[in-house]
């Protein structure tokens, strides 16, 4: 039977906080290309994990814009941490909206080929890469109720937001969808 928007929707939960806290099967990391670490979200993920995954990140040969690749979670509770690199925002006509969907939509797809149950997703690109929060945020919430739709894969997806405006702007948005 194919899952329907209202129970899609129970699936998704909005939190403030610190994904590297997350109890969940997979967290995503807002990388950047070379997927060998960086500043906000990506430095408290390798902090917090632990060299290991610096040294199994080496291995992976990088991801492009939209690309994701899987890794273990090491010191983390989750058990895989999923790293995409997002778009750097220029403006809104270099395919910025394309590569963020990309982001989410190919995260999601690792998780359900990794059998995972539960995934937690920070506000990609909306940090150093300078998006829109708004825009992204409605990115972020299409793509994985499309991606749950489209695949009949019910999983529960954590979006955990580190800053006060994306909290509300995310709070907001899926409260319009309900
Ligand atoms: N938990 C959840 N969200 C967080 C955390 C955390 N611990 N720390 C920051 N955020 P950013 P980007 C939020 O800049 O824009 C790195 O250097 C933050 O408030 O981490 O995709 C990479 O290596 C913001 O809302 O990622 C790349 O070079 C969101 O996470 C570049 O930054 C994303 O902010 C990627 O930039």
Redesign the pocket.
Known sequence: MAVDKSTILKHIHIQK????KMEVDAIVN???PSLL?????????HRAAGPQLLEECRTLGGAQPGEAKITKGYRLKAKYVIHT??PVYRGGNHNEAAILKNSYYNSMRLAKDNGCTSIAF??????????P?EEACSIALSTIIEFMEKENFLIDVYF????DD?YAIYTKHLQELS
Do not use: E, H, Q, R
């Open positions: 906080g610190d994904i590297t807002a990388a950047n670490g960086g500043g906000g979200v990506d430095g408290a993920i690199p997002g920070p506000a990609i690109s909306t940090g150093v890469y300078g998006y929060k955990v937001l580190f800053d994306n």
